[in-house]
């Protein structure tokens, strides 16, 4: 059974304290495996797509790398406005996504 | 350009009563997606609609949940005879081609009472 877990549950974080994000997985066939930033009461945001072992993508603060079992998401001297939900997915077939619960993230400053 | 957009962005039914939510896709995007968000949970995939060819709708939870899609326009999903377990966040996403990045809109917050 294909599974996404995410952790942790919440993270907290003071300005400037860089931290990482994990999303582990169990798929037969990674297709993509896709962040995305949500924030209360909007819709999921597109930040990345990483497609094999060992890619990675930048995007301001944010970088984000893929093994053959996890992913991980580096923030780095994170601030306030970095405050919101992250979520994993991974592509299962076509065009599914098993998504995680997500990690919320609280920055203070 | 518009992204996705989705109404209402609240819906109040009382059990029993039948809604419908309405989700507008990217222009061009050929295929479209619908996700239930309950608390504290991922997103779960209901259904999926790609062009012409019939939708994929092995996500959907019961036979009182059905959506359909107008060429490659706007969707509705339609829940029937609702309960309090339906109440969630109904999100849609579209996509330029099948497996090409999904692109969400708000979504629409129901509750059941």
């Known amino acids: 059974e294909d599974q996404v877990t995410q952790s942790p549950e919440a993270l907290r974080l003071q300005e400037g304290e860089s931290s990482s994000l994990n999303c582990s997985y169990t798929?037969?066939?990674?297709?993509?495996l896709f962040w995305y930033r949500q924030d209360p009461g909007k819709g999921p945001e597109f930040l990345f797509t990483?497609?094999?072992a060992g890619e990675e993508k930048e995007k301001e603060r944010l970088k984000a790398t893929l093994t053959k079992k996890e992913s991980f998401l580096h923030i780095t001297a994170p601030k306030p406005e970095d405050s919101a939900t992250y979520l994993c997915a991974v592509q299962v077939g076509d065009y599914k996504l098993s998504f995680g619960a997500g990690t919320t993230v609280t920055v203070r400053a | 350009g518009a992204g996705v957009s989705q109404s209402p962005s609240n819906k109040v039914t009382e059990k029993g009563k039948d809604v419908e939510l309405r989700c507008d896709p990217i222009s061009g995007h050929t295929a479209l997606y619908w996700y239930r968000q309950r608390l504290g949970q991922g997103l779960e995939f209901l259904i999926y609609f790609q062009g012409n060819s019939a939708p994929d709708k092995s996500g959907l939870p019961s036979d009182r949940f059905s959506a359909e899609r107008t060429g490659e326009s706007v969707s509705t999903l339609t829940i029937q005879r609702t309960q309090q377990e339906d109440s969630a966040v109904y999100l849609c996403?579209?996509?330029?081609?099948?497996?090409?990045?999904?692109?969400f809109g708000p979504g629409t917050r129901l509750t059941v009472l």
């Open positions: 996403a579209s996509s330029l081609a099948q497996g090409a990045t999904q692109y």
């Open positions: 798929v037969s066939g990674l297709r993509g």
């Open positions: 990483l497609y094999s």
